[in-house]
């Protein structure tokens, strides 16, 4: 196989979309959709996360120390890629009607939609020129009851939640097939504005 030198990107790499859950001051939930997640070890599993620029979303994370990952799901995107791309200093970026509980372990809340769910606790955050890293402990996990059916294998279970990636700023289902570039599926989303 040959290869040739490209532009820097993370192209081709595909990544699992989360929407990371915050309380704002007032108390009502924030989400922001992120997919710059990954997972370290240190003598315990935990998730590494970077948002950079500006954000409601990291300025929370930064004042509670606290925070969900929520997995986004193929049925989850249009209101995933509406809270993608509508700033969270939008005041009625939430006015919509949303689902939550609050976090078994942490105040944080947590989208009922979303099958899989952390608990995430900052440990450390790294701050940089333009983003800010975030070390957390996983605190708590919340699946939904059928992915914890040992009767079923792995695919199975991955297959019933259709999780989202993202890469080339477009959004694919789990299969490969694409579901619309950034900023397309929110436009099916009924509370756009």
């Not at 820097?8 to 997640?37: A, H, K, M, R, V």
């Not at 509508?86 to 005041?91: I, P």
């Not at 605190?139 to 009851?145: A, D, F, Y």
């Not at 079923?152 to 570039?181: H, M, N």
């Amino acid at each position: 196989m040959s290869k040739k030198s490209a532009p820097i990107t993370n192209n081709f790499c595909p990544q699992s979309l989360f929407l990371y859950g915050t309380y704002q001051e007032d108390g009502t939930p924030n989400f922001g959709l992120f997919c710059w997640l990954s997972y370290y070890w240190d003598t315990e599993l935990g998730v590494m996360a970077c948002i950079g620029g500006k954000k409601l979303t990291k300025d929370r994370i930064l004042a509670a120390k606290v925070f969900s990952a929520n997995l986004v799901t193929e049925k989850m995107l249009p209101m995933a890629d509406y809270l993608g791309n509508k700033a969270g200093y939008e005041k009625d970026k939430m006015d919509f009607p949303l689902e939550t509980e609050t976090g078994k372990i942490l105040h944080v809340p947590v989208l009922s939609c979303s099958p899989v769910s952390f608990e995430l606790e900052v440990s450390k955050s790294v701050p940089f020129n333009d983003s800010t890293v975030f070390f957390c402990k996983i605190r708590n996990v919340l699946l939904e009851e059928a992915l914890t059916d040992s009767g079923k294998s792995p695919e199975e279970r991955i297959q019933s939640i259709a999780p989202v990636l993202t890469t080339c700023e477009t959004y694919f289902s789990w299969d490969g097939k694409s579901l619309g570039e950034w900023g397309i599926p929110k436009e099916s989303f009924p509370f756009v504005r």
